[in-house]
């Protein structure tokens, strides 16, 4: 079994700074693709950033600039620097990973999301 752990959700001023980490243990053998998802009220899930295992990213087009997605592979953690927070950021920030529990056995987790307001 895989578990993730999420942290560093918080109230923030709008300009303000926070860090979200997730961290993944248990049955690892390989974790592949890493992402953050937020999910805002009365709004569909949407990904904010993704970071591939060679370090390739992606962001939405509203956080360019301002998130960072970066990992610690020895740790199986992912991070979200987000900056010049906006009262649109407000959301539940869940991370994703694409995991091998064993060469062949692959899996898509979910954390269990961390909560983010972000106050005008």
């Known amino acids: 079994q895989v578990q993730l752990v999420e942290s560093g959700g918080g109230l923030v001023q709008s300009g303000g700074s926070l860090r979200l980490s997730c961290a993944a243990s248990?049955?690892?053998?390989?974790?592949?693709?890493m992402a953050w998802h937020r999910q805002a009220p009365g709004k569909q899930r949407e990904l904010v950033a993704a970071?591939?295992?060679?370090?390739?990213?992606n962001y939405a087009d509203s956080v360019k600039g301002r998130f960072t997605i970066s990992r610690d592979n020895a740790k199986n953690t992912v991070y979200l620097q987000m900056n010049s927070l906006k009262p649109e950021d407000t959301a539940v920030y869940y991370c994703?990973?694409?995991?091998?529990?064993?060469?062949?056995?692959?899996?898509?987790?979910w954390g269990q999301g961390t909560q983010v307001t972000v106050s005008s």
């Open positions: 994703n990973l694409d995991i091998n529990s064993s060469r062949y056995a692959q899996g898509n987790y």
């Open positions: 970071i591939s295992r060679g370090g390739r990213l």
């Open positions: 248990g049955s690892i053998y390989r974790i592949n693709a």
